[in-house]
């Protein structure tokens, strides 16, 4: 994410409370380029909005909207917004909605996936223990008709989901 920053010089990040709080996209992005300005906006309620499938509904314009006036706000100036939860492309047609025209919006679960990749080929030794055709278990503490319906959003695809009890 951060070495797609070249030309930013206003950084917008929009991320969960934990993200935000945490500073870690300010420091990182700070460290190489100590040049940009990084202003960063909690959206409490836009991983509950994908998650509970509403993403499309009237309730999360009314909070996509707000946040993203509320970091425009903040500074103006912002020229590129990274999404910093996995969660949020599933609400990228509201996004590029209420962005002002020229912002860019770099959704860092493709970055991660790409670094993920190029990790790999640097590394034969790691990517020749990864299992190319394993089975795929999913084991949740949660309802596991509603992991199942999040997963499925994200996954495009049937799964099977066992509920298990921690002890």
């Not at 930013?8 to 460290?31: N, P």
């Not at 509201?94 to 990790?119: C, D, F, H, N, T």
């Not at 299992?131 to 319906?149: H, Q």
Request: glycine share 6%.
């Amino acid at each position: 994410v951060i070495g797609s920053l070249t030309n930013s010089r206003h950084v917008g990040v929009l991320a969960t409370e934990g993200t935000i709080k945490s500073e870690s996209y300010t420091l990182e992005i700070q460290k190489l380029h100590p040049d940009i300005q990084v202003t960063g906006v909690a959206c409490p309620f836009w991983v509950p909005l994908v998650e509970y499938n509403e993403a499309d509904s009237p309730g999360a314009d009314y909070f996509v909207k707000k946040r993203i006036d509320q970091i425009m706000r903040l500074d103006p100036q912002i020229d590129t917004i990274i999404l910093g939860c996995t969660h949020y492309p599933l609400l990228m047609p509201k996004i590029l909605k209420y962005l002002p025209a020229g912002v860019r919006v770099i959704p860092q679960g493709e970055y991660v996936a790409e670094s993920l990749k190029q990790y790999l080929e640097r590394h034969p030794q790691m990517e020749a223990k990864c299992s190319k055709d394993a089975t795929v278990r999913y084991l949740t503490t949660e309802n596991p008709d509603k992991f199942k319906e999040s997963a499925q959003l994200f996954l495009h695809e049937s799964i099977d989901v066992e509920n298990i009890t921690l002890g």
